[in-house]
Every structure is written in C-alpha cells, then in structure tokens.
C-alpha cells in the first residue's frame, strides 16, 4: 500500500478556500472515500484525485 496522505472535509474546505456546505453539496461528483455505512462515517479525500478532478474546471488562458 502506498504512503497516501489522505484529508478530512474540514482540511479539503480550507486548503480550496470553499465552505464545508458547499463540499457537501458536490459529495455526488468529488472522489472520495467514506469509511463505514452510516449517515455520520468519516470521509476522506485523495489530494492526487482532488487535484485531477479539479483539472477539467480549468479555464485555459481565459479563453472560455
């Protein structure tokens, strides 16, 4: 198993500088982990996934 650093929901708002409420607004499409079944189990993100899933947002030298 490879050394992943994985992060919270908490650390993913910060370091993207977006709401906790607007992560969970977008849980349907953001890659992540949820361990266990119940309503309340801990979610954790793959910053190398968060990174590509973030790459077809990118807005390539404002010609949009």
Excluded: C, W
């Excluded at 607007?22 to 890659?31: A, C, F, G, L």
């Excluded at 793959?46 to 899933?53: G, L, S, V």
Aim: no cysteine; aromatic share 8%; charged share 30%.
């Amino acid at each position: 198993m490879e050394n992943t650093n994985y992060i919270s929901k908490a650390e993913l708002s910060q370091s993207l500088g977006i709401s906790l409420s607007t992560i969970n607004r977008k849980m349907h499409e953001i890659p992540h982990f949820k361990l266990g079944d119940a309503r309340k189990s801990r979610v954790m993100f793959d910053p190398e996934k968060i990174k590509d899933y973030l790459k077809q947002f990118e807005v390539n030298g404002g010609t949009d």
